[in-house]
């Protein structure tokens, strides 16, 4: 049984505030009263997420430390620092890196910080008692030891989380998941060590598999929902032409869908096309299902790397890198305030 309770924020820590932790290395919020501040926050399940869209900082260095209870574990199990991939100015792939010293740094393309996304980034604070955790067989570990060993962690509220690094790896490679794998099929960006970001693709009936190979080391960072809550899935009311993009030898593709967790969160996912252009609004959320403010998040495309926002009015729309010929939104989540 687990023995680990979490007692669940009710409110975001903003970066800043009195009695928060403070900006670091000239990292502040991107500001102007529309996108997201840079905030965090725990859940009763112990998973810390973070959000917000901050500038103007050094590329690698410290933006924010986060206090003691809402870091990374150093325990065996999981290691020291803890990736997320996300994304900066215009579609250039870059990573958020927690060490277990609490050290929030965002690693952007070529030191471009006019602006990068946290918005999304989640992680544990266990290891716990309970938990189903499951290492990634059949691909290489990245050398560096603070690299986290590239596993499955199946959560509470319905996901199965794949985080961690692998070692460089040639396209094609085809671990199986096991029961962990989902029944439908997701397209998300890796962060290597160049300026373009790799797509993977986890298939229904193949498993894990990178599109391009990686060079260096590549970032793994997504999340799907389990079988046993389909039934909590909404359909969304497609606009503007979107349609599901429907089935392949492999691939089961869904229209876009959304749902809420137990703790609150909202979950994206659908592979779609045909819209009338590739910014056009995907879909509307409903009232209850919608963040407080405008949220950046790196999805992918046929196009490459794809900026999705999801605005304070329920929104869902490509800003930059879609395309009309496939978009995959699944990989979405964030607090509803809205």
């Known amino acids: 049984m687990n023995k680990d309770i979490y007692i669940p924020d009710s409110l975001w820590h903003e970066i800043d505030a009195t009695d928060e932790p403070a900006f670091e290395n000239s990292w502040v919020n991107y500001g102007g009263g529309t996108y997201d501040t840079a905030a965090f926050r725990i859940d009763a399940e112990g998973w810390v997420h973070l959000k917000g869209l901050i500038k103007s900082g050094t590329s690698a260095t410290t933006a924010f430390t986060l206090p003691e209870g809402y870091r990374p574990p150093t325990a065996t199990g999981i290691s020291p620092d803890r990736h997320g991939v996300t994304m900066n100015e215009g579609t250039n792939p870059s990573f958020v890196k927690i060490t277990q010293a609490g050290e929030v740094s965002v690693t952007t393309v070529a030191g471009t910080t006019n602006w990068a996304s946290l918005s999304g980034i989640q992680f544990p604070v266990g290891p716990r008692e309970g938990w189903d955790r499951r290492n990634l067989t059949g691909v290489s570990i990245d050398a560096d030891a603070n690299s986290e060993v590239p596993h499955m962690i199946r959560r509470r509220n319905g996901f199965t989380v794949l985080n961690g690094v692998v070692d460089a790896e040639p396209a094609g490679t085809i671990p199986f998941l096991g029961d962990l794998q989902p029944d439908y099929s997701i397209n998300f960006p890796i962060r290597d060590s160049t300026s373009t970001a790799k797509r993977a693709r986890i298939s229904r009936r193949l498993g894990y598999a990178p599109v391009g190979a990686t060079t260096n080391y590549g970032i793994l960072d997504v999340e799907w929902g389990l079988p046993e809550n389909e039934h909590k899935w909404i359909d969304a009311t497609m606009l503007n032409s979107w349609v599901a993009y429907g089935q ?40 209850g299902y919608r963040p407080a403010m405008r949220q950046i ?23 930059a890198g879609g395309s009309t010929s496939w978009c995959d939104i699944s990989n979405i989540h964030f607090y509803a305030e809205g």
């Open 248 to 287: 392949t030898a492999n691939d089961l593709y869904l229209t876009g869908q959304y749902m809420k967790d137990e703790f609150g969160f909202v979950h994206l996912r659908g592979f779609i096309k045909s819209g009338s252009s590739a910014t056009a609004t995907m879909f509307t959320l409903p009232a």
């Open 297 to 319: 998040f790196s999805t992918w495309s046929q196009a490459g790397l794809c900026r999705m926002d999801v605005r304070s009015t329920g929104t869902v729309s490509a800003i």
